[in-house]
């Protein structure tokens, strides 16, 4: 498993070793840097996976690191604020930070805010598609539900992965052959029991689906979910 290298980004000595001691402890590698400038020197030296970063700092604040970082880098960026840089904030959302913590803030607060941007990050990287609790990853062929492996054969994970890379849209039987044999559609009954079969493997009650619906007399879709 990849340690994920996270690079806080603040003037204040003590929050950054704070930080630092918490995420250590839940095996991330930690960089830190007292101002962007110094926080941009990191970058320059060392793979980054997700920046903490202040608003306010000397020589160089928040606003102006995030908006020179995005010019070359995508990971997330979590913005610091204390309560009264509300504008500030805002405008840290618009130039490209993904998420703000406030001040003063848990340790578990942050920590949450971290291992949800990383994970979002890993699937965008990864090619992961994600629908509740379905997760189809197309660099491993692998299919897991609520976490659990879940074993397709070949056109049963074509039929999912088309319908999950375009979740609420309704296919055809005749559209699903064709997209997935790469041949005209002759004989389209082999694709209610191939999503039989799929209903069986990924639903918790089959006969009442939640992710995998028929859209009778049009074909099927797979429920988006919130």
């Known amino acids: 498993m990849e340690i994920n290298h996270v690079l ?41 996976h ?7 700092m000397p020589r160089m604040d928040g606003i102006r690191m995030t908006m020179k970082l995005r010019e070359k880098y995508d990971f997330p ?10 504008v500030d904030k805002i405008t ?6 993904d998420d ?16 949800s941007q990383l994970r979002r990050y890993r699937r965008f990287l990864e090619n992961v598609h994600v629908i509740g609790g379905l ?15 879940v074993k397709l054969t070949p056109i049963e994970y074509k039929i999912l992965l088309l ?15 064709e997209r997935v044999w790469q041949e005209k559609a002759i004989n389209t009954d082999t694709i209610m029991v191939h999503v039989r079969n799929i209903r069986e493997k990924i639903e918790i009650d089959p006969k ?15 429920e988006k979910q919130s």
């Open 163 to 177: 319908l999950a890379k375009n979740p609420g849209r309704v296919f055809s039987s005749e559209e699903i052959y």
């Open 135 to 149: 997760e189809i990853n197309e660099d491993t062929v692998e299919v897991t539900m609520d976490g659990n492996p």
């Open 8 to 48: 806080i980004v603040e003037d204040d000595k003590e929050i950054r070793e704070g930080v630092q001691i918490y995420l250590q402890s839940q095996g991330y590698k930690v960089f830190q840097a007292a101002d962007g400038i110094e926080g941009l020197e990191v970058l320059e030296k060392e793979e980054i």
């Open 50 to 56: 997700l920046a903490i970063i202040d608003i306010m």
């Open 100 to 115: 703000y913590v406030t001040k003063p803030f848990t340790p578990m607060e942050l920590m949450a805010r971290v291992n």
């Open 92 to 97: 840290g959302l618009n130039i490209g930070a």
């Open 208 to 222: 009442k689906p939640k992710y995998l619906k028929v859209v009778w007399g049009v074909g099927y879709k797979l």
């Open 77 to 86: 960026v979590i913005m610091l604020s204390a309560k009264s840089e509300e």
